[in-house]
């Protein structure tokens, strides 16, 4: 059975978690994502629209989105998978490199 629950939402305001999923949750779905995450294609293919752009994902394929990003699948193989990190707006503002401004 596949699980359709958003596998990129932090739970407990942790700012950082890992894990893997087949992203049923984002098929013929346009979702967008309150968190940013980076994730790498282990195994199948899946067409992918992010934000305006579309591509194809596939083995050893890596992805990153920032919060705010869109994300929708279509013709997803049935061993579609993915292993990603989900990081926290703050972690992102946190982490980011700020350039001042004089």
Wanted: proline residues 4%; negative net charge; aromatic residues 14%.
């Amino acid at each position: 059975m596949t699980n359709l629950t958003n596998p990129f939402h932090i739970v407990d305001d942790d700012p950082f978690m890992v894990g893997s999923s087949d992203l049923a949750y984002f098929e013929n779905y346009n979702g967008r994502l309150e968190n940013g995450v980076v994730f790498l294609c282990r195994k199948g293919r899946a067409e992918a629209i992010i934000n305006d752009f579309r591509g194809e994902l596939k083995r050893n394929h890596s992805v990153i989105l920032l919060p705010e990003s869109y994300l929708s699948l279509t013709n997803r193989s049935e061993d579609f998978q993915v292993e990603f990190f989900v990081f926290s707006p703050q972690l992102f503002a946190e982490a980011a490199f700020r350039l001042e401004v004089d």
